[in-house]
């Protein structure tokens, strides 16, 4: 059974690559920002889940791991919540904000490619961010997934309020 369960990602990976094209040809016919966001954000999660299946599939690899912690651990949510921000606050906001947690990402992205993994004995060869040598570098995770808690939660709080004072 826990064989299985491994490879549930691949069809994620595909669902995700369903709601992209969708979420796309919306964006392309209403040029948002927030639909922009949100395109980019199932894209990353898709990103996530066929990093995830390629482990299932091939294995345990570096190139892999760093890759998948690029758009898990510092992509997972941000896009998705930087679309929230577009839909929700003015334009600006979301200009600034979108600038400085890319580039918060960009230099944590580059840090994750640049640091030395180190695997330990019995190393059970999963997916995880502890087998890099630089463990400082996964502090930037926390302070990207809080921005996009506060504004993809926050942002839903928010519509299921308005929605209620409408109806």
């Known amino acids: 059974m826990s064989e299985i369960i491994g490879f549930i990602p691949i069809l994620t990976t595909l669902f995700s690559w369903f709601f992209f094209l969708e979420i796309l040809k919306h964006y392309r016919k209403r040029k948002t920002f927030y639909l922009l966001w949100w395109t980019l954000g199932v894209l990353t999660f898709g990103l996530g ?3 995830e299946s390629l482990h299932a599939l091939f294995g345990w690899h570096e190139i ?3 890759f998948w912690y690029i758009v898990g651990a510092l992509l997972g949510g941000f896009p998705l919540a930087q679309g929230s921000v577009y839909l929700l606050m003015p334009r ?3 200009h600034v904000t979108a600038v ?3 580039a918060i990402i960009l230099v944590a992205s580059t840090f994750v490619l640049i640091s030395p993994v180190q695997v330990p ?3 059970d060869f999963r997916l995880t961010g502890s087998v890099l040598e ?3 570098v996964r ?3 926390p302070l990207i997934n809080l921005y996009a808690f506060i504004f993809l939660f926050g942002g839903a709080i928010y519509s299921a309020i308005q ?3 409408k109806v």
């Open 163 to 165: 929605y209620y004072r």
């Open 64 to 66: 892999n791991l760093k």
């Open 49 to 51: 889940t066929l990093s």
């Open 134 to 136: 630089w463990q400082w």
């Open 139 to 141: 502090y930037f995770s």
């Open 92 to 94: 600006k906001f979301g």
């Open 121 to 123: 004995e019995n190393f």
């Open 100 to 102: 400085l947690i890319v």
